[in-house]
């Protein structure tokens, strides 16, 4: 028999009755029913009861053993008795009387048990991480990470991609996030980066000629941690191919993102492919965002017009000062208490908006004072302008465009969730497609870019050279799940003429562009193929199959909030030796020193 196991704890069943077995694993649970010791041993693959009675030489050796010490169990396979079999368990219809006992290693007193679900503070669970992994929840969603990235390798080779490799050690450049430096030892006083995204590398290999190029992307930024996006390092699946336009990249990646939800969705439906196209400033207006979570059906209308001129003052000065007048409809709201419309409007003044006017119905008479200012046959324009039923609500996000969509943006997600109306077991995609190229920077007083600098402009040069930079659209797309983007992703400016020119725009010299991007303007003046990809991340994917709320569920050995590795105890001092073979002295930074703004944005998964 083998030395640790001849079989795993989740392999056992029926037709094993009577045979000698050897199990290993840890101590999961123990259970004392009155001289009779039953433990749970776990593995990887899962459990196996095991019974010690007061005639088993064994009973004092597992009675005394703490849980989660490793242990090797040599036993005979019984059936359960009648009433005690667990259909839920694997092993359920069998349990393993055991005869001898190894220990393989003792547990200490846990900071934390590994048995159950119980919430526990985050710097426990980070600096005993692998304790936490043991956890059934947290291990099936690793397991269920590395099932992911195997079904999308499948499916990319599937698609005519081959997968490459690009450098970790590279060189810095003006991109969206600040850099991770390697200080080189060699070249004393220079310094690596570690990738951002391999947004260059990816682009000269279609320079280079390799057509459809994938990789599950490592990725660096030094930027704070949120719910959805890992401080340090992330994942991403990285693609890019060649003489495609934006409808190819589409058709190329769709199946690949709707097979894998489709094959992790445990129950959930999917939007079949091809996913629905919204342009950028059609969801700014109808969603309030260029995240939209389709499963809220809430849309937000322009109303501005409406007040207009209106009886209720405050809009109409609003309205003739410039600003606009966005409409959250409020299914079902004015059937309620008046206590939900005013504490959505604290909420927004929480949030540091003005607040959010409203128009409650109840019973078919509208209420409110922006109902009886504005006057009852305006309101009622209103109300059936928007298609509001007899006991439905309205809310009103007032002030400049990008204002008012954002603050009308968060509201709509308020009220869908408050109302129960964010439809549930549903995977709903849609590309954001026709970003605007640039955009006006009130701060520097410019024009810059404001997505990606290496798209293509529609129109290409001659719109450069013809058009208001702001009416300017680009070959830019994102990809949106349940109100997560997954990716960024363009059709690229693969023309240096183009290129000068975009960057002129936004204020940069032809020197300044050949010095940030030597290695990609350089390619593209040999010969560059109309070329586009994205890169949507695998942790955000991973996050939605496995439906956690929080990036650090899906990652192995995450980082807290201040991107540290508490298991590791990194980022940490060196000796003073490695800083002088590097060349380098620590230097106090002042108190508010601040960092210097980035000027482009890679893509992000």
Not at 373 to 388: F, S, V, Y
């Amino acid at each position: 028999m083998h030395a640790y196991r001849s079989h795993t704890c989740a392999a056992l069943g029926a037709p094993d009755v009577g045979q000698d077995v050897r199990l290993s694993g840890w101590v999961h649970r123990k259970r004392d029913h009155g001289g009779v010791l039953f433990v749970d041993l776990r593995d990887h693959y899962g459990l196996t009861q095991i019974v010690a009675d007061s005639d088993s030489a064994v009973l004092p050796i597992l009675e005394g053993i703490r849980l989660e010490s490793v242990v090797t169990i040599d036993g005979v396979v019984k059936a359960r008795g009648e009433g005690t079999v667990n259909a839920n368990l694997a092993t359920g219809a069998i349990e393993v009387f055991a005869k001898a006992v190894t220990v393989q290693s003792a547990a200490q007193e846990l900071p934390l048990p590994v048995a159950g679900e119980a919430d526990y503070p985050e710097d426990i669970r980070l600096r005993y991480r692998f304790l936490d992994l043991r956890r059934e929840r947290i291990h099936a969603n690793i397991v269920l990470r590395s099932n992911v990235i195997a079904s999308i390798r499948k499916r990319m080779i599937g698609q005519g991609f081959t997968e490459y490799q690009t450098p970790i050690l590279t060189a810095s450049s003006p991109e969206g996030a600040r850099d991770f430096l390697v200080p080189s030892r060699m070249h004393p006083g220079k310094f690596y980066a570690l990738p951002q995204a391999p947004q260059m590398f990816k682009q000269l290999l279609m320079v280079a000629g390799f057509d459809r190029y994938f990789q599950i992307a490592p990725c660096f930024r030094d930027e704070d941690a949120r719910a959805d996006r890992s401080p340090g390092e992330f994942y991403q699946l990285d693609f890019e191919m060649s003489f495609v336009t934006q409808d190819d990249v589409f058709a190329a990646i769709e199946p690949v993102l709707h097979g894998v939800f489709q094959e992790f969705a445990a129950g959930r439906t999917v939007s079949p492919a091809p996913f629905p196209r919204i342009a950028y400033r059609d969801s700014m207006l109808r969603y309030g965002s260029d995240k939209p979570d389709l499963r809220n059906p809430i849309e937000i209308v322009d109303v501005t017009d409406h007040f207009a001129g209106s009886g209720f003052g405050l809009f109409a000065r609003l309205v003739e000062g410039g600003s606009v007048i966005r409409a959250i409809p409020a299914p079902g709201a004015g059937a309620g208490s008046r206590k939900f419309f005013d504490d959505t409007n604290e909420w927004a003044r929480a949030q540091g908006h003005a607040g959010l006017g409203y128009i409650n119905i109840k019973d078919g008479e509208p209420g409110g004072p922006i109902a009886k200012n504005h006057g009852p046959d305006a309101t009622a324009r209103l109300i059936e302008a928007l298609g509001l039923g007899p006991n439905d609500g309205v809310f009103f996000a007032a002030g400049k465009p990008d204002q008012a969509a954002k603050l009308a943006g968060l509201a709509r997600t308020r009220i869908g969730e408050a109302l129960g109306l964010i439809e549930q077991g549903v995977f709903k995609f849609c590309w954001i497609v026709d970003f605007p190229m640039f955009e006006y920077d009130e701060e520097a007083k410019k024009v810059d870019f404001s997505h990606n600098p290496f798209s293509m402009p529609q129109g290409e040069l001659e719109a450069l050279e013809s058009k208001d930079p702001l009416d300017i659209l680009a070959y830019q797309y994102d990809i949106v799940c349940n109100g997560i983007e997954l990716s960024s992703g363009a059709i690229r400016n693969h023309r240096p003429d183009i290129m000068y020119k975009a960057f002129e725009i936004a204020g940069y010299s032809q020197a300044e562009v050949d010095t940030n991007f030597p290695g990609m303007i350089n390619a593209f003046k040999y010969g560059a193929p109309p070329h586009g990809g994205s890169a949507p991340g695998i942790d955000r994917i991973v996050m939605l199959l496995a439906d956690e709320p929080n990036i650090r569920e899906v990652v192995l050995f995450p980082m807290n909030q201040k991107a540290e590795d508490l298991m590791m105890n990194a980022p940490s001092a060196v000796t003073a030796r490695q800083l002088r073979e590097l060349g380098i002295r620590i230097v106090e930074q002042p108190a508010q020193a601040k960092p210097i703004a980035a000027a482009v944005a890679p893509e992000a998964g």
